[in-house]
C-alpha cells in the first residue's frame, strides 16, 4: 500500500506540477526529500512524463494539426505553418545543444533544499516581473484570427508586438534550457519570456507548450531507454495508475493554467513560490 500511495503523490505531482509553473522537478524533489529516493523513483518520474507528454498533445491537438498542415505546400496555411516550425526549431536549439549535458550536471549538484529554495524563488520573481502591467496588457484579437483553442491563429498578432519571430522564439527557448536546474519551472520561465519580450497572453501560452514536445518527448525517450537497459522495472498496474493520473491531472492543470495566463493572474504562483522558497530553505 505505502507504494501505491508513493506513486499516487508523485503523479499528482507531476501532472500538476509540469504544467502550473511552479516546477514539478522542484516538488518531486521535495517529495523525495520526505520519501527515500531509488532508481525505481525515477524511472517512474520519467515514465510519468509520458502521461503529461499525452495530456499536451491531446490538448493542443488542432494547432499541432495545423503545424503539420505546413507539409502540404499547397495548403492555404501552409507558410503559416511552416513559420511556426521553424520557430520551434530556432527555439529548441538551446536544448538540443546543451540541454542533456547541463541536466545531468544539475541533478548532481541541485540536490540541497537551499539551493532548490533559489531555484523556487529565482522563478518567482520572474512571474512577478512577468505580471507587472507593461508586460500583461492583453493584445485584441482580429476578426478572423481565432483558432479552436480560443486564440490568435498559430503566431499572429498586432505587428510588431505580439507577434512570433525568430528572435523571440530563441530567446524563449533558452529561458526553457535554464529549466533544466530543479526549481526552474519550464512554463513559468517560458511564458514569462514570451511576455517580458511582447508575445500576447495566449500565443505565450501556447508557444510554451508547442515548444516543448520536442524537448519533453526526446527526454522521455532517452531517459526511459537508459532505465529499460539498467534492468529497472515497475509493475503494471503501478506504472498504469501513475500513467493515468499524472495525465488526468496534467490535463486538468493545463486549462487551469490557460484561464489564469488569460486572466493574468501569474503573480499568484509567483506568490506560492516566494512562500515555498523560504520553506524550503529551512529544510
Not at 81 to 104: D, K, M, N, T
Amino acid at each position: 500500500m505505502g507504494g501505491v500511495f508513493k506513486i499516487i503523490i508523485l503523479a499528482l505531482v507531476q501532472g500538476i506540477a509540469e504544467f502550473l509553473p511552479i516546477s514539478s522537478s522542484g516538488h518531486l524533489s521535495l517529495v523525495n526529500h520526505f520519501f527515500p529516493s531509488t532508481p525505481e523513483n525515477f524511472f517512474l518520474a520519467v515514465f510519468l512524463h509520458g502521461g503529461t507528454l499525452l495530456a499536451t498533445i491531446i490538448y493542443f491537438r488542432s494547432d499541432i494539426a495545423r503545424l503539420f498542415a505546413g507539409f502540404r505546400f499547397r495548403s492555404e496555411k501552409g507558410p503559416e505553418s511552416r513559420r511556426y516550425l521553424a520557430a520551434i526549431i530556432a527555439g529548441s536549439i538551446p536544448v538540443g545543444i546543451l540541454g542533456l549535458f547541463l541536466e545531468e550536471q544539475a541533478e548532481r549538484i541541485f540536490v540541497s533544499p537551499p539551493l532548490l529554495a533559489v531555484m523556487f524563488l529565482i522563478t518567482g520573481l520572474a512571474l512577478a516581473i512577468a505580471s507587472l502591467p507593461r508586460c500583461r496588457s492583453s493584445l485584441p484579437l482580429p476578426e478572423g484570427c481565432k483558432s479552436a483553442s480560443g486564440g490568435e491563429r498559430l503566431g499572429e498578432g498586432e505587428k510588431g508586438k505580439g507577434s512570433l519571430n525568430f528572435s523571440r522564439a530563441f530567446g524563449i527557448g533558452c529561458a526553457q534550457l535554464a529549466a533544466v536546474l530543479p526549481g526552474i519551472s519550464r512554463s513559468g520561465s517560458t511564458i514569462s519570456a514570451g511576455l517580458i519580450s511582447g508575445l500576447s497572453r495566449q500565443e505565450a501560452f501556447r508557444f510554451s507548450f508547442l515548444l516543448s514536445l520536442p524537448a519533453v518527448a526526446g527526454a522521455f525517450l532517452i531517459e526511459g531507454v537508459k532505465g529499460l537497459k539498467a534492468g529497472i522495472s515497475i509493475p503494471v498496474p503501478e506504472m498504469a495508475l501513475g500513467f493515468t493520473l499524472s495525465f488526468g491531472a496534467g490535463f486538468l492543470a493545463l486549462h487551469l493554467l490557460r484561464r489564469l495566463v488569460l486572466a493574468g493572474r501569474l503573480v499568484w504562483f509567483s506568490i506560492y513560490l516566494l512562500i515555498l522558497g523560504l520553506f524550503t530553505a529551512f529544510l
